[in-house]
């Protein structure tokens, strides 16, 4: 798992794998008797392309690599993180290793149900929101109200 | 005169548990996500409550720290926690 900030993503763990090497374990702050905790990789890694500025990226992984996508649409920018090494912006920023495309979903794609409310209503009809810092859709199984049947909703959260 | 600081939580997260990271827990509790969010002296929940805009807190480094927690599979809470990323060497401001 990743936690992810305006400067980087770090690996985290609640439980450390036997070959993970320099890891920092962090204990609950508060409380006594919660043996949550959380185990760190102390350094962050992030991405180096010139497009890379700002924050609230979306980070997400596929075949075990871990991608950033720092602009959702028109222009649709992501680019690879090597999460192995520790961030170095400065030094690389140069390397542009983005892919981008200035496609746009072929439909209404919106970010929360109030944006898709405003486009029902004819306040809003833009094709897409370009709002970041999406937690990534989690998908969750939910019973119907009515039937009992388990449902599957999306989840994701934006800033 | 003394002020309290006051903590908020935002920015909230939720992920499935990859079968490598479920904890074992007392009592045979199965986590299935973990939700993590910010916890936060900087926030406007209180905008009327002067002492959380005590300049002298102004001035030095917020407290900003990171809230993880483990649910069940109907998003109940089983377990919480709140960690200073700093003492893992993590310097980022907001999660």
Known sequence: MYITGGKGITPVWLKVPADATGTKTIRNMFGEGNELSLTVRPQASCCTSKSCQGKNFNYFVANETVFVETSPMAPHIVEQVDVDHKCKKSTLKQVDTSVRTNEIPDQPSFFSNMERYFAMHGYYTSGGSRNRGTAGFVEIRVPDERTGRALTLLVGVSQ | ?95
Do not use: W
């Not at chain 2, 926030?43 to 407290?63: A, E, I, S, V």
């Not at chain 2, 927690?69 to 809470?77: G, K």
């Open chain 2, 1 to 95: 005169m003394t002020h309290r600081t006051y903590y908020f939580e935002y920015n909230p997260s939720l992920v499935r548990l990859p079968a490598s990271q479920i904890p074992e827990l007392p009592g045979g509790e199965q986590a299935v996500y973990l939700a993590s969010y910010r916890v936060s002296e900087i926030h406007f929940c209180l905008k009327d409550f002067k002492g959380q805009m005590n300049p002298d807190r102004l001035k030095r480094t917020n407290d900003e720290f990171l809230g993880i927690a483990l649910l069940r599979s109907d998003l109940s809470v089983i377990t919480d926690a709140t960690v200073d990323l700093r003492k893992g060497g993590i310097r980022q401001q907001d999660f």
